[in-house]
């Protein structure tokens, strides 16, 4: 109980920081809709890219809505820098502060960011022709699918922060992470039409986990039982991260 | 013993790779006590004070703060201390009640009391106006004040206050003196901070360590300390350049009792048991040899003798030396 008493005022803590820094909000509901609008007018003609939909836009949806859930989860462990220089972790480890609600706390607060700007591209994206085929049931999963891919890399990213403690190592090790798992999914493109090698590659990579499941929500409507294992693949894989995190704690305490 | 200890140190050793930062501390603060570690930056003090505030595991050795064992019981320990931090811990971006009530939550306070709480300590730091103002806008001086007040939160039995004046202002120092006297008056707390400026340990501590290399050298009161020199130094400045210093040295030597006589310029410097007496006895030696006197003070030691007496080693040198 008293875990997740603590995550949860540690989730309100960030979500009201967050919410004074005005050109943290433009960004967050800007960025989404720059990519989503860039690629898909980028690769709208090349028509073999579409996978099946009517349209790149609707194929692109749930790629963009992964693509963002995953970037942002690999980039919330800058928060735990900060909060290490300003010295606010170290208040609450000397405080009887669980170090998984810490981590845990973050790790949700990247989850409910992803899905309101899954939301945000959903909605923009009806705007522009695309159709949940799997209805409601379709929504809740692309809402899934975003938090638990912000989530487990969030997971990741935090465990990253504790053990660099530096904004240059961190982003160092974000881009090396991020963009080639990027470009070995299914984000961009369909698996047919990548070489098979990366095909192959692609399905051990957790952000193909994201958009498998948010594509077969969005184009298919269907595939459920194999939609439902991605989504616990990646509530595993948040668990993993989020305990690989905690334990990067040790690691910190070593150092002070 | 008599009163319960509050902290009980007991040969702690650390090493960080190149650095033995504790190299067998030992020290007991008895409850209600404010204790003072003193010495310089790298002595080993803020490593000392995370150790017992659980956020830094020794090597060796063993600490109990509040009856609990910092390596075994971490999380008693830390429901029994407010730790002050050499840096500030303040989280900017959230206003000072709001650092206030979320550190009160991680201790498992809420609602009415931890409220009513957060009001008094807002009073109690003046940040009463500033209250609902981010963190980033407060003055050092604020910001710092804050930071005690989160330390005071769950009503702690033991405070850490890790050189609780560093990067102030002298008046924003002076204040923060009068701060921590009216907490140890008020909230019956055992304080143990520690500082490297050692007007604020006699100011402040009840009792002082000082912390050399990773070891406490000595400690004691300020007064037992400072009696512990025996005696007062007595400073005669000659009258006109007329270059007998020299001599004088020699007359001031056959003074019982004086001793550490030494001459710098015009001034004779001589540490004697006692001032009063020992003044009359060195004036009229000093006149017999017609030798004229300009001026006469005594000062009783100060703890930068102690630490002088006890190092080896000069206070301020030995600072800068840490500082690299």
Not at chain 2, 148 to 160: E, M, S
Request: proline share 3%; charged share 20%.
């Amino acid at each position: 109980m008293q875990l997740l008493r603590q995550t949860g005022w540690m989730v309100v803590r960030q979500a009201r920081n967050l919410m004074r820094e005005p050109i943290w909000i433009a960004m967050m509901v800007i960025q989404p809709l720059v990519w989503l609008l860039l690629y898909g007018q980028l690769f709208s003609r090349v028509g073999q890219l579409r996978g099946g939909a009517t349209s790149y836009v609707e194929f692109l949806t749930p790629g963009i809505v992964c693509m963002n859930a995953f970037f942002g989860g690999s980039w919330s462990g800058m928060a735990m820098i900060s909060d290490l220089n300003r010295h606010v972790i170290d208040r609450f480890l000397a405080a009887p502060a669980s170090r998984f609600a810490i981590v845990f706390s973050q790790v949700v607060r990247a989850g409910i960011t992803a899905m309101l700007q899954a939301l945000l591209l959903l909605v923009v994206g009806l705007a522009l022709g695309v159709r949940v085929h799997g209805g409601l049931l379709g929504w809740l999963v692309v809402f899934a699918a975003s938090a638990l891919l912000a989530a487990a890399f969030a997971g990741f990213s935090h465990g990253v922060a504790l053990l660099v403690r530096k904004e240059a190592s961190m982003i160092a090790t974000a881009n090396f992470v991020g963009l080639p798992l990027m470009f070995i999914s299914a984000i961009l493109i369909p698996p047919s039409s990548m070489p098979h090698w990366i095909a192959q590659l692609s399905r051990f990579n957790p952000v193909n986990w994201g958009v498998q499941a948010a594509r077969n929500a969005i184009l298919t409507g269907g595939h459920w039982g194999a939609t439902g294992v991605y989504l616990l693949l990646l509530v595993a894989a948040t668990a993993v991260t989020s305990l690989f995190a905690t334990w990067c704690f040790r690691a910190y305490q070593r150092s002070i | 013993m008599g009163a319960v200890d509050a902290i009980v140190v007991e040969d702690l050793h650390k090493r960080y790779k190149t650095v033995q930062a504790l190299d067998g501390v030992s020290f007991s603060v008895k409850e209600g006590e404010v204790f003072g570690l003193l010495g310089p930056n790298g002595a080993g003090k803020s490593t000392a004070v995370r150790t017992l505030a659980t956020l830094t595991r020794p090597d060796s050795g063993h600490a109990l703060v509040a009856g609990e064992d910092v390596v075994r019981h971490p999380n008693r320990v830390r429901r029994a201390i407010g730790y002050v931090a050499q840096d500030s811990g303040v989280d900017w971006e959230a206003t000072g009640r709001e650092n206030l009530m979320l550190q009160g939550r991680i201790h498992g306070m809420a609602g009415a009391p931890l409220r009513a709480r957060v009001e008094e300590l807002l009073d109690l730091v003046g940040l009463r106006d500033a209250s609902d103002r981010q963190a980033r806008t407060y003055s050092g001086g604020m910001k710092r004040r804050l930071d005690i007040a989160t330390g005071l939160v769950h009503r702690p039995r033991v405070l850490f206050l890790d050189e609780p004046t560093t990067g102030l202002d002298p008046e924003a120092r002076a204040a923060m003196w009068v701060e921590v006297e009216r907490l140890a008056a008020q909230e019956s707390l055992t304080i143990l901070l520690t500082t490297h400026y050692l007007e604020e340990a006699d100011r402040l501590a009840e009792r002082v360590a000082i912390v050399s290399r990773g070891k406490v050298v000595v400690e004691g009161t300020p007064a037992e300390l400072k009696a512990g020199l025996r005696g007062e130094l007595v400073t005669v400045d000659l009258a006109g350049a007329n270059g007998r210093a020299h001599e004088a040295v020699q007359v001031v030597h056959r003074i019982e009792g004086a001793t550490e006589v030494a001459a710098e310029g015009q001034q004779v410097r001589a540490r004697v048991p006692n001032g009063a007496q020992a003044i009359p006895l060195i004036l009229s030696a000093l006149e017999e040899q017609g030798i004229t006197v300009a001026a006469v003070t005594t000062a009783r030691p100060s703890l930068d003798d102690v630490y002088l007496h006890y190092t080896g080693r000069d206070f301020s040198t030995e600072d800068q030396e840490g500082n690299r």
